[in-house]
């Protein structure tokens, strides 16, 4: 069973200072990875996708995975008090229903 | 644009009471589409996924059902809710047009069980 951990639990940072969300999983085999955010138990929205080693930025994400190492970053750079909020990984399974198997997530804050 | 629409947003609803989520996707056809549900404090787990009309499969055993009764609808329903079914629903679409295939969530449903 895929088993998904995020660190830390919670950051804060300081508006402009870059901001580094961990990801490690169990089963290198998988997929797909996924950076989601939730603002207050709202909708997901989704970040970064991710599928090979290296480096996949959309705008001021940027999302490393090093499947050899089991664990998949989030860079935030120059974060802002809008993006404070909980930061999702989610790891697909392979199969047909898309499983995604998300870690517990990790709260940041941005302070001003 | 694809557009995903969830209702309602909230509901607050008795032990022992029926229960009925809906969800919509417009601007995609024959969409993969996906119910998820986070109980307070807990982590995103996977319930229900439809492939097409007609055709839902069950991920985790929660006593819920989910239907498809259109391309464009996925429901989620029980007739008695339990205490334990409090937490957030959200609905989603797999996008399978880029290399890395991605799901969208709607804006989710607040389940309050007293």
């Known amino acids: 069973q895929q088993k998904v951990q995020q660190s830390p639990e919670s950051l804060t940072v300081s508006e402009g200072a870059m901001a580094s969300l961990n990801c490690t999983f169990s089963d290198g085999t998988s997929n797909n990875f996924r950076w989601y955010r939730q603002h207050s138990a709202k909708g997901l929205e989704v970040l970064v996708s991710i599928f090979s080693d290296g480096e996949k930025e959309e705008g001021r994400f940027t999302a490393h995975l090093n499947r050899a190492n089991l664990h998949v970053s989030l860079h935030i750079r120059e974060p802002q008090p809008s993006d404070s909020a909980v930061y999702l990984c989610a790891v697909s399974l392979q199969g047909g229903s898309a499983k995604l198997i998300f870690g517990e997530g990790t709260k940041l804050t941005v302070s001003s | 644009a694809q557009t995903i629409h969830q209702w309602p947003v909230a509901e607050i609803k008795a032990v022992g009471s029926p229960l009925s989520l809906g969800c919509t996707i417009k601007?995609?056809?024959?969409?993969?589409l996906y119910w998820y549900w986070q109980a307070t404090g807990g982590t995103l787990q996977q319930l229900f996924y439809?492939?097409?009309?007609?055709?839902v499969e069950s991920v985790v055993q929660l006593n819920l059902s989910a239907s498809r009764p259109k391309d464009d609808q996925f429901i989620l329903s029980t007739e008695k809710l339990l205490l334990s079914h409090s937490g957030f629903y959200l609905c989603a679409w797999r996008d399978w047009g880029t290399s890395a295939e991605t799901l969208y969530f709607g804006s989710g449903t607040r389940l309050t069980v007293l």
């Open positions: 439809s492939i097409t009309v007609g055709q």
């Open positions: 601007g995609k056809s024959s969409p993969n």
